[in-house]
């Protein structure tokens, strides 16, 4: 009776049960010559290049604004999660002051403006201030956020700008000629260059000019040009009347912006000989990191895969080892859930070589650090060691301009 029962039953579920069998055993096969072959992807990138544009009309040099472009932020604030395992902090902040100069460097050479500095802080106002932060780097692309604010306070934009290089821009005859990155430097000067044609007048930039030296000379002495500029409701300067061009104090006050240009100036060499020193060991290490990215997500992608595949073939194995079925298929089942296993085990090595290449991603960054070490630069009466931040230096600077100041007024 349990006999004639137990044979009924399987005529009844035992088909379906091998049917449902062989369909997820070809689904398992089919992903795992997935897996086997490797169907990589590789995604060719290529980039137009983008010229930094120069104004059509010569502007007057006293219409020229200046331009400050601060040391940027090195974004690690606004790290996710996954960005923090593999982002190198020390090369972040190295960034974060190379990336400035270089686009110092491109709206210097478009002739577009007066004198473009890295300003080591805001204490001296410029015309136009840039600011910016890095939000990613990692020698396959490189985002950045830029804001452009004027010296009255009002903020003109502010922008991302996202590159994504190729192979090419690592060849050794591109990178003499331009960082991998140009693009973006170039993309920012364009902006800004379109920005004031279309958007500020001459009116616009005379009052600007005007307000940035009437910042400066209040910042020395408030009592006597604290009525030349107000605040309005919005936070921003706004010229209420031009002192005479014969008052001594406005001259005296002229000589002493142009010794703190003069430092500023001298600050400028601090940046290229950063910049110069850091170019060699960055560039190799953008490269490196160029090819551990791409690497990086093939490894992803392929644990993925992997344990896909595996757990596919897990279920498919088990599903026939436990189907009742004849020696042959029970035998295939397991074999076929040991080979899963064998896959998702796969899956997850791969994931710990991923995490090698991050290891190696670091290492790089710690070898960077000791190439940009700081600087002693030579002013003309002393020396000073850049030794902690430029911004320190500036401060002692600005102190020192003040007791100038009082010494050349007959105050001390």
């Not at 020390?90 to 491109?106: G, H, K, N």
């Not at 630069?377 to 911004?391: A, F, K």
Request: glycine share 6%.
């Amino acid at each position: 009776m349990n006999k004639s029962l137990n044979a009924r039953n399987q005529s009844v579920f035992y088909p379906q049960t091998r049917s449902l069998v062989a369909s997820v055993s070809r689904l398992s096969i089919i992903l795992g010559l997935f897996w086997v072959s490797g169907c990589a992807t590789h995604t060719v990138k290529s980039t137009s290049y983008t010229p930094a544009i120069q104004a059509i009309e010569s502007v007057p040099e006293n219409l020229l604004m200046d331009v400050g472009v601060a040391v940027f932020d090195p974004g690690i604030d606004e790290l996710s999660r996954s960005q923090e395992e593999i982002v190198n902090q020390d090369i972040r902040i190295a960034e974060s002051q190379y990336v400035p100069f270089l686009l110092a460097e491109t709206l210097q050479r478009t002739g577009n403006w007066g004198i473009v500095r890295v300003m080591p802080n805001t204490s001296s106002p410029m015309d136009l201030y840039l600011s910016g932060t890095i939000l990613n780097s990692d020698g396959e692309s490189m985002a950045v956020r830029v804001r452009v604010e004027d010296s009255t306070g009002e903020v003109w934009y502010t922008k991302e700008y996202n590159e994504a290089t190729s192979r090419f821009s690592y060849e050794p005859s591109q990178k003499r000629q331009n960082d991998p990155f140009q693009t973006i430097y170039n993309s920012i000067a364009n902006d800004l260059l379109a920005f004031k044609e279309k958007k500020i007048k001459i009116a616009d930039v005379e009052e600007i000019r005007a307000i940035s030296e009437l910042r400066f000379a209040k910042s020395f002495i408030p009592e006597a040009f604290e009525d030349y500029i107000d605040v309005d409701r919005n936070g921003e300067f706004v010229l209420v009347a031009l002192p005479s061009e014969q008052d001594p104090l406005l001259g005296r006050l002229r000589t002493i912006r142009e010794r703190d240009f003069m430092f500023i100036d001298t600050v400028q060499d601090y940046y290229d000989t950063y910049a110069r020193q850091m170019r060699e060991p960055y560039d190799s290490w953008r490269e490196q990191s160029f090819y551990e990215t791409l690497e990086l997500r093939e490894l992803e992608a392929s644990a993925r895969r992997r344990i896909l595949a595996g757990g596919v073939a897990v279920l498919g194995g088990l599903a026939a080892a436990t189907s009742g079925g004849d020696y042959v298929t029970q035998t295939g089942g397991a074999f076929g859930a040991g080979a899963g296993a064998y896959m998702i085990k796969s899956g997850f090595d791969k994931r710990a070589e991923a995490q090698m290449h991050r290891e190696s991603l670091r290492e790089l960054g710690e070898s960077l650090e000791n190439d940009v070490a700081p600087r002693v630069i030579d002013l003309q009466d002393r020396t000073i060691t850049l030794s902690g931040t430029v911004e320190e230096q500036y401060e002692q600077w600005r102190e020192i301009l003040a007791d100038l100041y009082a010494y050349e007024s007959g105050d001390l």
